[in-house]
């Protein structure tokens, strides 16, 4: 199976309890947590969403997509080893590519 792991700043995301979902609490905390995001979070997010949608629209659920957080003890140790720069990262089978949906696609070919 071909693994492409996409590193980039990635806002948490808190799921509420049972109780506060109910209640509406659950949709105010998304909503909140939306708007704390930094344009550099949205920005990385967003280079992972259309990389995602390419590679799933032509390789359905043969590749596995894993996004891990830059600054998580994992995406410290993937940027060393790898000498990853700034902005989002793409990983594609352990081989570093750039993070463009159709170099991606070219790196799984």
């Known amino acids: 199976m071909n693994e492409i792991e996409i590193l980039g700043l990635f806002g948490a995301t808190l799921r509420p309890c049972s109780v506060c979902d109910i209640s509406d609490l659950g949709s105010k905390l998304e909503r909140e947590q939306a708007a ?3 344009d550099a979070a949205r920005a990385d997010s967003d280079v992972a ?3 995602a949608v390419a590679v799933f629209g032509r390789h359905g659920a043969a590749v596995r997509v894993r996004l891990t957080p ?5 995406g410290m140790w993937l940027t060393l080893r790898h000498r990853l720069g700034g902005g989002p990262q793409v990983l594609v ?3 570093k590519t750039a993070a463009e949906p159709e ?3 070219a ?3």
């Not at 830059?70 to 994992?74: E, G």
């Open 36 to 38: 704390e995001a930094t």
């Open 49 to 51: 969403y259309r990389i």
């Open 107 to 109: 790196a799984l070919a």
């Open 70 to 74: 830059i600054d998580s003890p994992r």
């Open 93 to 95: 089978n352990g081989r």
């Open 103 to 105: 170099r991606v696609l």
